[in-house]
T-cell receptor, first 115, second 114 residues
Framework: DAGVIQSPRHEVTEMGQEVTLRCKPI?????LFWYRQTMMRGLELLIYFNNNVPIDDSGMPEDRFSAKMPNASFSTLKIQPSEPRDSAVYFC?????????????FGPGTRLTVL | AQKVTQAQTEISVVEKEDVTLDCVYE???????LFWYKQPPSGELVFLIR??????QNEISGRYSWNFQKSTSSFNFTITASQVVDSAVYFC???????????FGSGTQLTVLP
């Protein structure tokens, strides 16, 4: 079975540019999570969705960040405009609300570098 | 509030040694789940194990074993006969109450030397 798929795997952009990260959750999972990992702050939850609806976006750092989940099989995280401090690894994870396990499975991550 | 503490920032062992990674958690909820994830140098986060708060039975999977003790709020991870391929950052995480987001510890960098 395919795991969580993220694209691109690496993104290098210049300050001020728009960046869009993409995620395809595991088929049948109905919860999706976006995390950011940095050396200074570790793994931080940015936002999560249940059944395509954003539930908690309190971790989104600024208005420059936005996330959407137009359907059960696709989500995007957009940064506009990007800044050097946004450089990090961004992970997407999914889990099943209907199973009691709540185990989150992570994608391979997108390494973002903003110059 | 939930909190996970991994006091060991870095551990270095020689191949075939046993090593234990410590994890201490804090939560006021009676129902919660504990996880361990592995992050190898390639960067992905790999799920290793999940335990719920009502099951204190220790678990063994090959060279891996986990010791869950509610009395000390600990969920420690032992690798027996370590191998170079075990080198990675290991994260302990907590999911408790109605919150569905994981609270991660800061991770332990394990280096297994040949």
């Amino acid at each position: 079975d395919a795991g969580v798929i993220q694209s691109p795997r690496h993104e290098v952009t210049e300050m001020g540019q728009e960046v869009t990260l993409r995620c395809k959750p595991i088929s049948g999972h109905n919860s999706l999570f976006w995390y950011r990992q940095t050396m200074m702050r570790g793994l931080e939850l940015l936002i999560y969705f249940n059944n395509n609806v954003p539930i908690d976006d309190s971790g989104m750092p600024e208005d420059r960040f936005s996330a959407k989940m137009p359907n059960a099989s696709f989500s995007t995280l957009k940064i506009q405009p990007s800044e050097p401090r946004d450089s990090a690894v961004y992970f997407c994870a999914s889990s099943s609300l209907f199973l009691s396990t709540d185990t989150q499975y992570f994608g391979p991550g997108t390494r973002l570098t903003v110059l | 509030a939930q909190k996970v503490t991994q006091a060991q920032t870095e551990i270095s062992v020689v191949e075939k040694e046993d090593v234990t990674l410590d994890c201490v958690y804090e939560t006021r909820d009676t129902t919660y789940y504990l996880f361990w994830y592995k992050q190898p140098p390639s960067g992905e986060l790999v799920f290793l194990i999940r335990r719920n708060s009502f099951d204190e039975q220790n678990e063994i999977s090959g060279r891996y074993s986990w010791n869950f003790q509610k009395s000390t709020s600990s969920f420690n991870f032992t690798i027996t006969a370590s191998q170079v391929v075990d080198s990675a950052v290991y994260f302990c995480a907590l999911l408790s109450g109605s919150a569905r987001q994981l609270t991660f510890g800061s991770g332990t960098q394990l280096t297994v030397l040949p």
